[in-house]
């Protein structure tokens, strides 16, 4: 009897480097098949990011900019501590026309707060501004000074910025910008 004694003991006692070794290679294998479908499947990609993937996230520049009608400056620091949407803009550009209609409602229903950035034919935007009856802050951009901190390279360009100051999403051209503004909307 004596000899079944201390068997029977060390079956009871948990081999306690088997139970480490275990559960490390547990750990390592799910963490190795999380890779793995990351690889294989990775998250989409928003196709608005692509274009301005490296200012996502960062904090917007301050602008101070020339006022379109009337004299001073305008800025967006006007909106500190709330999400707005920046639009850059030439009054000549055919793809600036498709937005007009999801700006206003953006601006005017869903009230987003808005700062367009016109560059271009100065009259040609005086006259879109009182064409289509803007009632959110216009400045005007003679020497493009706004373009370099976002990045713009064509028009038009939408820019949201989140309450905390930072760009959530950018597009250029008139679909995407569409959807930026769409998006801004919604939030």
Avoid at 11 to 25: D, E, M, W, Y
Avoid at 121 to 129: E, G, H, S
Avoid at 165 to 171: E, M, Y
Wanted: charged share 15%; net charge negative.
């Amino acid at each position: 009897m004596n000899g079944l004694k201390p068997s029977a003991e060390l079956r009871s006692k948990p081999n306690r480097g088997a139970t480490t070794l275990i559960v490390a290679t547990g750990i390592l294998l799910g963490a190795c098949t999380f890779l793995a479908a990351k690889i294989v499947n990775p998250p989409p990609i928003d196709p608005l990011d692509v274009e301005f993937w490296d200012l996502l996230g960062t904090q917007a520049a301050v602008l101070e900019l020339e006022r379109l009608l009337g004299t001073g400056t305008v800025s967006n620091a006007q909106f500190a501590g709330q999400p707005y949407l920046l639009i850059f803009a030439d009054p000549e550009c055919r793809a600036y026309e498709a937005i007009y209609p999801h700006l206003l409602r953006a601006s005017q229903v869903q009230g987003v707060k808005v700062l367009l950035i016109a560059s271009g034919d100065r009259q040609a935007m005086q006259d879109k501004v009182e064409e289509y009856s803007f009632a959110f802050p216009v400045a005007f951009d003679s020497l493009l000074t706004a373009n370099d901190p976002f990045e713009v390279n064509a028009f038009p360009t939408a820019v949201w910025v989140d309450a905390e100051g930072n760009i959530a999403k950018a597009a250029t051209g008139g679909p995407p910008a569409v959807a930026v503004i769409g998006i801004a909307g919604g939030a």
